[in-house]
């Protein structure tokens, strides 16, 4: 794929609410992406709409503007305005207040967006997640800006669970109404793009995330006795149950170790649970920066999550050579790790922990088992290589034509 | 004509438009040059009349004919603007190092020696080449008067070049690498003035650094003119500059908003009575004051202690020019 030469040096926002020293998979792919295209020649610029004043966490490369429509702090006076916003907006689905809960919420980011994208021009918007795809979505332009968005979850995570983003019935109603105003709709699998109901499957395309290979020479042999995983400390990724199960493999396995990274809110709970059961051998590490090297030394990674958009996790794990256990009905992680050729899929039915218990004890017992598996795992990932994604990118971005679309009814 | 890529050291880039008496000042300012690389120079015409063009030719076969450095002519169509023009030199660019120059200014004999010198000793402290444009102390000529002025590039360099009094955003004082230059992105051809100040902004928000040689001698001169620039233009263009970069001036205090808004009439205000328009100057102060109020009074207070005190008033500071 070649991109004309004159689409070099355009400007191209990414927009995202919150970006401050957070860690998350939507954020890395971001900045990462941001970064890539500023190498390409490319004028970038990260948007985003909060009021904490610090840096992201993963690095910008110079070249990179980094905007927040918000001052870095709240001043005295908007304190009790705010208070009295949040009162206004945990009415968010009483009749009548629903609609002014939701502008509160939502109001001054889509408003400042549509001032800063009329100032600056950009030839391309991209908005990662629903906050900052509601924001782009509304913003007012006078001018032709291609709008695309660019969705981290499994569909019926980012549209129906209530859970999740902003509680409202009217949210959610309003989010999936909005996309019809993006020109391009990036999802991370196909199968994700059958969720889209037909007038807007037109508009989506495939857009995996970048996975760089890892040189063979630095996937470590022998690996150390480690079984790693890798993850915000929040329910979903069910790091619980992995736990447990640890609790019940430890005595048969001593001379090995877990390994948790990541942090979140469940973190001192989950600490509890492992002096609770007395492990010496399970350990919270917290976050890390070098992430990648414990990918290339550990033996397995455990990623027992509920569901996962297209996890980095697990594809980073799959490039430096490491086998992957995790569930068969979590998404994303279904479609990277294949049964038997780079990693192990538990049943979902049936007893989740005895279900991981049984197979993560059999792989750690299985040295040879281990190897071969771990050796299949550079070559799936091979097809999401930065290049070849960076590549769709911009065909995303400045191409006619979408990628990933054989018949979708174009 | 194409030259071989990578086959020199240092490309200056050069717009002309109608002025090819100043584009042979600026030529003969670089063959005088004491650096002793190998410099391709690239001049873009942006559509000067033929008679004009004619003559920037000769100066250029002139310039070819004494045989010290390589140069390239390319020429617009049709007048595009200094933006545009200048984005087509940005995709000229093929040497490792990149100057710039405008037709009309020239540099004096040491200035690339001094800013090379400069530049390695800032790798030699460990510094990155790539994130650095070396800028450095010019001579203002005007109506016959001529000054120098220092770059100051300390502190804050968004705030000090938004602010223009101690770091002025001028394009022809600049050396860098090539890769440097690209952090600073592209010129926005919405901007026919004061592209250049935008074009700093974007490089030191994109995490690059402008660093000057010390010394108070000027290495180039700059020939300052405010005849037949139309100030509603110019103010339209520093609002524009303000309004793309309004999350950037989110993290200073308000005062500084203020201060810039005023600042855009006021530049107004001295092109327009430069240009015998004292009825528009007054309404460009008038919308400064009522659109900046605080600094407005700020101001006011100013002058009025400065008055009691007897002492005279402050000279009007050097206003970030809009030369571009």
Redesign the interface.
């Known amino acids: 794929m070649t991109v004309p030469a004159r689409v070099q040096?355009r400007?191209i926002l990414l927009i995202i609410q919150k970006l401050a020293e957070r860690s998350g998979g939507a954020e890395r792919v971001l900045v990462e992406t941001a970064n890539a295209l500023a190498r390409r020649?490319y004028?970038v610029e990260i948007?985003t709409c909060e009021y904490r004043?610090r840096p992201p966490f993963y690095p910008?490369?110079?070249?990179?503007?980094?905007?927040?429509?918000?001052?870095?702090e709240r001043s005295r006076w908007q304190r009790p305005v705010d208070r009295a916003r949040r009162l206004v907006e945990r009415a968010h689905d009483v009749p009548g207040l629903d609609r002014l809960a939701w502008l509160s919420r939502h109001g001054a980011f889509w408003r400042r967006l549509g001032?800063?994208i009329?100032?600056?021009?950009p030839a391309a918007a991209v908005a990662f997640m629903p906050p900052a795809i509601t924001a782009l979505a509304l913003a007012r332009t006078t001018y032709p800006v291609r709008r695309v968005a660019s969705m981290h979850n499994a569909p019926e995570q980012d549209f129906l669970n209530p859970s999740r983003w902003d509680p409202s019935r009217l949210d959610r109603r309003r989010r999936l109404e909005l996309m019809s105003r993006m020109d391009r709709i990036a999802v991370l699998l196909p199968e994700y793009r059958d969720w889209y109901p037909p007038h807007l499957r037109r508009a989506v395309a495939v857009l995996p995330n970048a996975v760089t290979p890892v040189p063979l020479h630095l996937r470590a042999k022998p690996r150390d006795k480690v079984v790693l995983s890798v993850g915000r400390l929040a329910s979903v990724k069910r790091h619980g149950l992995l736990i447990d199960a640890w609790t019940r493999l430890a005595p048969s396995f001593p001379d090995w170790e877990l390994k948790i990274f990541g942090d979140g809110p469940l973190r001192s709970e989950l600490q509890s649970r492992i002096d609770a059961a007395g492990l010496t051998t399970a350990h919270l590490m917290g976050h890390s920066g070098e992430i990648a090297e414990q990918y290339q030394s550990a033996a397995i990674l455990a990623h027992p999550a509920e569901f996962e958009g297209f996890p980095l996790a697990v594809t980073e794990a799959l490039a430096s050579g490491l086998p992957v256990i995790g569930f068969a009905d979590c998404s994303g992680l279904n479609r990277l790790v294949r049964d038997g050729e780079n990693g192990v899929l538990l049943p979902d039915q049936g007893d989740r922990l005895d279900n991981l218990t049984t197979a993560l004890g059999s792989l750690m017992a299985d040295a040879p088992r281990r190897e071969a598996l771990g050796a299949a795992g550079p070559a799936s990932v091979e097809p999401y290589a930065p290049e070849v994604i960076l590549d769709q990118w911009e065909e995303l971005l400045f191409g006619d034509d979408l990628p990933g679309l054989p018949d979708a009814g174009r | 004509m194409q030259m071989k890529a990578m086959s020199h050291d240092l490309d200056v880039l050069i717009p002309h438009y109608r002025d090819p008496a100043g584009l042979r000042s600026s030529l003969d300012s670089i063959t005088q040059q004491t650096w002793g690389g190998r410099i391709r120079v690239v001049v873009v015409d942006d559509g000067s009349p033929e008679e004009s063009f004619a003559e920037a030719e000769v100066e250029c076969e002139h310039f070819r004919a004494l045989g010290r450095h390589d140069l390239v002519l390319l020429r617009n169509d049709r007048n595009l603007g200094r933006p545009r023009t200048r984005n087509r030199l940005i995709d000229a660019i093929q040497s490792p190092y990149v100057a710039w120059l405008d037709a009309g200014d020239i540099w004096y004999p040491e200035k690339l020696t001094r800013q090379f010198e400069h530049l390695a000793n800032l790798c030699l402290n460990g510094r990155d080449p790539n994130r650095i444009w070396v800028t450095c102390a010019y001579d203002w000529s005007q109506a016959d008067k001529t000054r120098t002025l220092t770059q100051d590039t300390r502190g804050d360099q968004l705030r000090s070049l938004l602010i223009g009094s101690n770091l002025r955003a001028y394009l022809w004082t600049l050396l860098g690498t090539a890769e440097a230059f690209r952090i600073a992105g592209r010129f926005d051809e919405r901007l026919p003035r004061l592209q250049d100040l935008d074009y700093f902004i974007n490089f030191v928000r994109a995490g690059g650094q402008i660093s000057s040689p010390r010394g108070r001698e000027g290495l180039c001169c700059y020939f300052k003119s405010h005849l037949g620039r139309n100030a509603a233009e110019i103010h339209a263009c520093y609002k524009l500059i303000l309004a793309k970069n309004a999350p950037a001036l989110k993290r200073y205090p308000p005062s500084l908003a203020s201060e810039l808004h005023y600042k855009a009439a006021r530049l107004a205000s001295q092109f327009a009575k430069s240009n015998d328009r004292p009825y528009a100057a007054t309404l460009f102060l008038l919308r400064g004051a009522l659109g900046s109020p605080r600094h407005t009074a700020r101001m006011v207070v100013g002058l009025a202690r400065r008055r009691l005190k007897g002492a005279p008033a402050k000279p009007a500071s050097l206003q970030q020019d809009a030369q571009s």
């Open positions: 040096g400007r020649g004028q948007v004043g910008v490369v110079p070249g990179v503007i980094l905007s927040n429509l918000r001052k870095p001032t800063h009329e100032a600056t021009r």
